[in-house]
Each structure stands twice: as C-alpha cells, then as structure tokens.
C-alpha cells in the first residue's frame, strides 16, 4: 500500500500526463475517435471462490472510453477508464473512475516497480481518481491479451457507491494478494453501456 506522499507523487505524474498532448493509452483496444470504447468483464462462480477463500471480489467490470471532461473547451482526447467490483458478502457495486496512459516508465517510481506483479516497465497505467477531483486515488497497470485484457492491481483503490465523484470522499478498498490478478474477457460495448453512465467524468 502506498504512503500518503507516494499517492501525492503519483497524482503529479498523472497531472503532467493530462496536461501534456495525449498519448493514446491502447489503441488496439479502441479506436482514437471521440466515443470509441472497449468492456471487459468476469464473473468468478462458486465454485472458482470456494478455491480461493481468501479472494473478496467476486466479479469485476473494466471499460475504456475516449472522451474529453463534460464542458471542456479545446481539450485533448483522453482514455477514461471505469472500474466496477462486486466483493463477498456486499450487496453494492464499488465503482473507480480515472484515466490510461501509456508510457516508457509507467510502473516505475525510484527505480522500483509501482506494481510488482506487473512484469514490464512499459505499459499502460490507470490512475483512479481519490478523495476529491485533485486526488489520486490509486493505480493499477492493464495489458491486452489474446481476447481480453489482465489487470494487476498492488494497492489500494478508491471506490464509491455513489454516482460521481463529488457525492463523497469515496472509501479505499484492499485488493490483498487473491486479488491483485484479474483476466477479463472481452465483451460486447453495451454490456458496459451502464457502468460508461454510472459514474462520470467530470
């Protein structure tokens, strides 16, 4: 887990990424155009959780957009993702919005991997909005597979229940060692159409 300096390191690093001209974060998932879109989606059954007690979540949803901020002016295309998971014994969808980038040194930080189980320097990082919009909020690295997407998360995520980032200071949610590897299939856009209107840019 990182410390509240890392997490205001990491913010400024995802603040230059925004400002800077956008490199777009996965252009064999999506295309570049405004709107363009990918969902990626698993649901582990019993019996795949009743071998790992000691995993919490028990479906997971990720979507990829290229959209600007609602009401921006002459800003750059960015790759907004959204997070949603259902964990055990929780009836509520936990839900992260942030933005991906690419880069050279994306899960490097003095050196040292950001996320360990991630085994490139390269690639494409998912910074999460935190508490408020000026905060991180964690982040999680994403690589494509033959027809899905792995996710490797090594800290913790700040998740709401609520629809937009203003409506609360969020939670942080662990994702311990069962969760910290997830492989989603690739879905059909509108299996995600949902989640793209659940929680939204702002």
């Not at 795949?48 to 009401?71: C, G, I, N, V, W």
């Not at 009836?91 to 919005?97: D, K, N």
Request: charged share 25%; proline share 5%; aromatic share 6%.
């Amino acid at each position: 887990m990182q410390t509240s300096m890392e997490k205001q390191a990491l913010f400024v690093l995802v603040a230059i990424l925004v400002a800077a001209p956008d490199v777009h974060a996965a252009p064999d998932l999506i295309g570049d155009a405004a709107g363009s879109q990918a969902c990626f989606i698993r649901s582990y059954d019993a019996a795949h959780l009743a071998k790992k007690p000691t995993q919490k979540t028990t479906s997971m949803r990720f979507a990829l957009r290229r959209e600007t901020y609602p009401d921006s002016v002459d800003t750059p295309l960015q790759t907004f993702a959204r997070l949603e998971i259902m964990r055990r014994n929780d009836a509520r969808p936990w839900r992260a919005i942030g933005q991906c980038a690419f880069d050279e040194q994306a899960n490097r930080a003095d050196e040292q991997a950001i996320v360990p189980g991630y085994p490139h320097a390269d690639g494409i990082a998912c910074h999460m909005t935190g508490e408020n919009l000026d905060a991180e909020g964690g982040i999680f690295m994403i690589e494509t597979t033959d027809n899905g997407l792995k996710v490797y998360i090594d800290d913790d995520i700040n998740m709401r229940t609520e629809a937009r980032v203003t409506e609360g200071p969020g939670e942080y949610i662990a994702f311990g060692p069962a969760d910290s590897l997830f492989i989603l299939n690739r879905a059909a856009d509108d299996a995600c159409s949902d989640l793209q209107k659940a929680i939204e840019a702002e």
